[in-house]
């Protein structure tokens, strides 16, 4: 495969090579089945339950509060539906935000058809949620709050200890879409009043298809899948145990790293956005920019058409994005973007770059240095744009 620069790791991450060595055994050695009574089925019992105390020790919580499910849209929609559900005779009504993930704003929308009430928060131009629109939406109703913990297109990182501390007040339960944080950011479920939390392996160097969802002791939720006895019955189905297991090095790996990664990332971050806001003219920042996930890059260049930039990028051996994946490929332009009070024609100019621990200044140079000459190139050829510069210069 020819050389590139992967800066899409918001899509998706490289899986470790200590994950895939961890996961190995798993298929063709120790591969009985965790249910069973003999020592060889054991051995898989004991590696699930380390991965499941890895990670429940990351969040500062219990490992019987760990439930693995096939990633982070499982683990919302199951949040959601399973909530919902298991408090509708104490209320219908959900709180949540316009700049969520689809993977709840379509469980929304599905809860919606099926008699619940949804109130979509607005943000303000950072994609900042505001901790009093969460408790003034709060009614007697109201039985679940879901907020995202660090946005996937912006970056930007949300008050989750705040709104943790007015859902706890008003004794409505509380979710949080940590897809893009956990692992990246610190969290702790406790000190932020998290009663529910999805993450994802593939978004932290750990394989696709395994995730988990945090459920905090004693609260009522559906099942997710019925069948076996897994998870403790509430989400049936022979455990993945390769995929178990190579979360949990992924998140050992990635918590023994954090600090340093988070150091090295957001140096690099801001050194990019520096010489792209001197550089480029017209380029406008999207996202917060200290309350920011440490390797989130998202720009907006008037004039220009996102798909346009990806494909030059791409012909430069260079992995970008315009946004998220899953509304890519669709032309109605992002609607983060939009909340963020962006208008639909300066929304399709936008370009996320996701940096990893692998991501070097001298990589970055380069796109920077790229990204310059296609914005001119694409701009050369808009009569936008001319028209523009020639009123700005009178
Ligand atoms: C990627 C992502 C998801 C979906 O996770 P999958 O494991 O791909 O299903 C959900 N929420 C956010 C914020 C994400 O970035």
Same mark, same amino acid.
């Given at each position: ?78 949040? %959601?539906?399973? &909530?919902?559900? @298991?408090?509708?005779?104490? *209320? ?6 316009? #700049?969520?993930?689809? $993977? ?39 039985? %679940?709050?879901? &907020?995202?913990? @660090?946005?996937?297109?912006? *970056? ?6 705040? #709104?943790?501390?007015? $859902? ?227």
């Amino acid at each position: 495969m020819k050389e590139f620069i992967y800066l899409d790791n918001a899509a998706t991450t490289k899986v470790r090579p200590e994950v895939v060595e961890a996961m190995l055994p798993f298929f063709t050695e120790v591969y009985g089945n965790a249910s069973a009574v003999y020592e060889f089925g054991q051995e898989c019992k004991r590696a699930i339950e380390h991965s499941r105390d890895t990670i429940a020790a990351s969040l500062n919580t219990a490992g019987a509060n760990i439930y693995f499910t096939a990633g982070g849209s499982e683990s919302d929609n199951w949040a %959601l539906k399973g &909530v919902a559900e @298991a408090y509708k005779d104490k *209320g219908k009504h959900i709180i949540t935000t316009k #700049i969520e993930h689809h $993977a709840i704003l379509h469980t929304c929308e599905y809860l919606e058809q099926h008699g619940y009430e949804v109130t979509y928060l607005d943000v303000d131009e950072n994609g900042l949620v505001s901790p009093e629109d969460v408790e003034a939406a709060i009614r007697p109703d109201t039985i %679940l709050i879901s &907020v995202m913990f @660090a946005n996937n297109e912006i *970056g930007t990182i949300e008050p989750i200890k705040e #709104i943790g501390a007015i $859902a706890k007040k008003h004794g409505v339960l509380f979710h949080t879409d940590a897809v893009q944080a956990y692992a990246q950011i610190p969290i702790d479920v406790e000190e932020m009043n998290i009663d529910l939390l999805s993450a994802s392996g593939h978004k932290l160097n750990g394989p696709k298809g395994i995730g988990f969802l945090y459920i905090r002791r004693g609260l009522k939720i559906r099942s997710f899948i019925h069948g076996g006895a897994q998870e403790r019955k509430r989400r049936a189905g022979t455990e993945n145990v390769p995929g178990i297991v190579g979360l949990g090095k992924a998140v050992e790996i990635a918590m023994a790293t954090m600090d340093e990664r988070i150091k090295q990332e957001s140096e690099l971050r801001d050194y990019f956005i520096q010489r792209i806001e001197k550089e480029i003219p017209y380029a406008k920042l999207n996202g917060h920019r200290e309350k920011r996930l440490p390797n989130n890059i998202n720009f907006c260049f008037r004039f220009i058409e996102g798909e346009s930039m990806l494909i030059m990028l791409d012909m430069a051996g260079i992995c970008g994005s315009s946004g998220s994946a899953c509304t890519s490929g669709s032309l109605d332009p992002s609607h983060v973007l939009l909340a963020i009070g962006l208008p639909h024609e300066i929304a399709h100019g936008s370009l996320r770059l996701t940096l990893s621990a692998e991501t070097t200044k001298e990589q970055l140079d380069f796109v920077a240095d790229k990204l310059k000459e296609i914005v001119d190139r694409l701009r050369s050829m808009s009569p936008l744009y001319e028209d523009f510069v020639k009123k700005n210069e009178k």
